[in-house]
């Protein structure tokens, strides 16, 4: 079994920051976990805004426990918004379905962890954190 290692994680981090600045987005937040829930990487760029690291957690946290991509998450939230309502309760808060939470998958597809990230729209968090997973040549699921 294929594992996320920390310094997977620092360059999915390290990547997808760069990308929102390159692409002049506002400041981000990144949060890593690896496949059992558990934080990897923190980054957050000067100025990223208060509870942002929460919603992060709560993108990558979400694609996690569902197994799926935020896009995915988000689809099926507008379908069964009680189901999705009752997770939220369930996981203390932790799940946020909408776009920005990204799994990490091996080339074979197995799911490393997640990537989740807020800042600017739940699109632009998107492009970042698939910007991170690509740049660390693992495979990014948005749910799509």
């Known amino acids: 079994m294929e594992k996320l290692t920390l310094a997977a994680a620092d360059l999915i981090a390290d990547k997808a920051l760069e990308k929102g600045k390159e692409l002049q987005?506002?400041?981000l937040t990144v949060v890593v976990l690896?496949?059992?829930g558990q934080i990897k990487v923190v980054k957050r760029?000067?100025?990223s805004s208060l509870l942002r690291v929460e919603i992060a957690l709560g993108k990558a946290?979400?694609?996690l426990g569902m197994g799926f991509g935020g896009r995915e998450i988000a689809r099926r939230g507008a379908k069964?918004?009680?189901f999705f309502a009752a997770l939220s309760d369930m996981s203390g808060g932790r799940m946020v379905p909408v776009p920005g939470g990204v799994l990490i998958r091996s080339e074979a597809g197995e799911i490393?962890?997640?990537?989740?990230?807020?800042?600017?729209t739940s699109d632009n968090d998107e492009i970042c954190a698939v910007h991170g997973i690509v740049s660390a040549n693992l495979k990014?699921?948005?749910?799509?």
Do not use: C, E, K, R
């Open 61 to 63: 946290w979400g694609n």
């Open 112 to 120: 490393l962890g997640a990537v989740g990230i807020s800042g600017d």
């Open 45 to 47: 760029d000067d100025g």
């Open 25 to 27: 987005f506002h400041p």
């Open 80 to 82: 069964m918004p009680g």
């Open 34 to 36: 690896d496949a059992g």
């Open 140 to 144: 990014a699921d948005t749910g799509d």
